[in-house]
């Protein structure tokens, strides 16, 4: 009703809060595309950055065949996005050069990526964003493991990544089972603490020569 009653006819975002009672509280509307879309996309089989372009040159939501009673669900989608922010600092930004960038991949898993790449140079004047890891399952907890072993295989080096608070979150029993709140972080400041997890690819081996 809000988007008929301003006349906006296109893709956009509308975003509440819900208490535990199930009431919506009105956040905002955002008459764009935003980074949760791939959600959508993987839980609708609809490609919203196709739709759109269509809908902004003329064609109507009859014509693309975008009515909601006709939209199915597949399953389960949950997104994490990997930045270069340091979590133990407040999610301050982290400066640097890439020296090791490898990503994950498998069933049920997409990446939508940006500036990661070795030999890429991480400066303070952009998006900390490196890549967005979304997974898709049958049920929120399998998309939920799979996300966890994506971010496992997922290695950056020469940076510091968020990666290791996703998988704080990914891991913990109250997220797993959808008891949290907006309260959820700060209840648990153990999210925010490191893990260390070793280079096994990243080897040097050197070899002396002599002649004889």
């Known amino acids: 009703r ?29 008459p764009r595309i935003q980074v949760e879309h791939t959600v959508t996309e993987e839980v609708t ?47 301050s930004p982290d400066t640097g050069t890439i020296d090791v960038f490898r990503t994950p991949g498998g069933m049920g898993i997409r990446l939508d990526d940006g500036p990661g790449f070795p030999g890429a140079v991480i400066t303070p004047h952009y998006d900390s ?4 890891v979304t997974s898709r399952a049958t049920t929120r907890l399998d998309a939920a493991i799979k996300l966890q072993r994506a971010l496992r295989e997922f290695r950056v080096r020469g940076v510091t990544t968020n ?4 998988l704080n979150v990914l891991r913990h029993p109250d997220f797993l089972h959808k008891h949290v709140t907006t309260s959820f972080i700060g209840q648990n400041p153990d999210l925010l603490e490191k893990t260390q997890s070793k280079d096994r690819a990243q080897k040097v081996t050197g070899t002396e020569f002599r002649k004889n």
Not at 7 to 18: P, S
């Open 2 to 30: 809000l988007c008929s009653a301003a006349k906006y006819k296109n893709a956009g975002t509308v975003e509440f809060l819900v208490d535990g009672e199930g009431r919506h509280y009105f956040i905002e509307v955002n």
């Open 45 to 91: 089989g609809i490609d919203l950055m196709h739709q759109q372009i269509k809908i902004a040159s003329g064609q109507s939501f009859d014509q693309l065949g975008l009515k909601q009673e006709s939209i199915p669900l597949l399953g389960h989608a949950m997104q994490c996005r990997v930045t270069t922010e340091d979590p133990s600092l407040d999610f």
């Open 129 to 132: 964003l490196l890549v967005k």
């Open 163 to 166: 990666k290791s608070f996703l």
